[in-house]
């Protein structure tokens, strides 16, 4: 069991950044894989970045490779979603997960929402133009 808790959204304008937090409690392996998705209103929930704890691997969407930067502290059992050069279409609900057991995020499993078990609830990310 791995609970998660999201913070650091908030309202920015285009161009702006924000960092979010997902701090993870009940799990201490290093044998999982930490997913940021998102989702906008009538949209999918739609995969961001993704790390694996063991070995530090991290994932991008296309969306966002170049401006978002995933990183981990593990002495804070934190994972980060450090967001730049923010866009309005980048406006949704964020969202933390965590899928344990596992020895990569996987290229090609990363971003399916089906893969992880465990959520958090959500920190908002508004980028105003």
């Known amino acids: 069991q791995v609970q998660l808790v999201e913070s650091g959204g908030g309202s920015v304008q285009a161009g702006g950044s924000l960092r979010l937090s997902c701090a993870a409690s009940?799990?201490?392996?290093?044998?999982?894989?930490i997913g940021w998705f998102r989702q906008a209103p009538g949209k999918e929930r739609e995969g961001v970045a993704a790390?694996?704890?063991?070995?530090?691997?991290?994932y991008y969407a296309d969306s966002v490779k170049g401006r978002f930067t995933i990183s981990q502290d593990n002495a804070k059992n934190t994972v980060y979603l450090q967001m730049n050069l923010l866009k309005t279409e980048d406006t949704a609900m964020y969202f933390c997960?965590?899928?344990?057991?596992?020895?990569?995020?996987?290229?090609?499993?990363?971003?399916?929402?089906?893969?992880?078990?465990?959520w958090g609830q959500g920190t908002q990310v508004t980028v105003s133009s």
């Open positions: 009940g799990s201490t392996s290093s044998n999982k894989c």
């Open positions: 790390i694996y704890i063991g070995g530090g691997r991290t």
């Open positions: 997960s965590a899928d344990l057991g596992t020895y990569d995020c996987y290229s090609g499993f990363w971003f399916r929402p089906t893969r992880f078990t465990y």
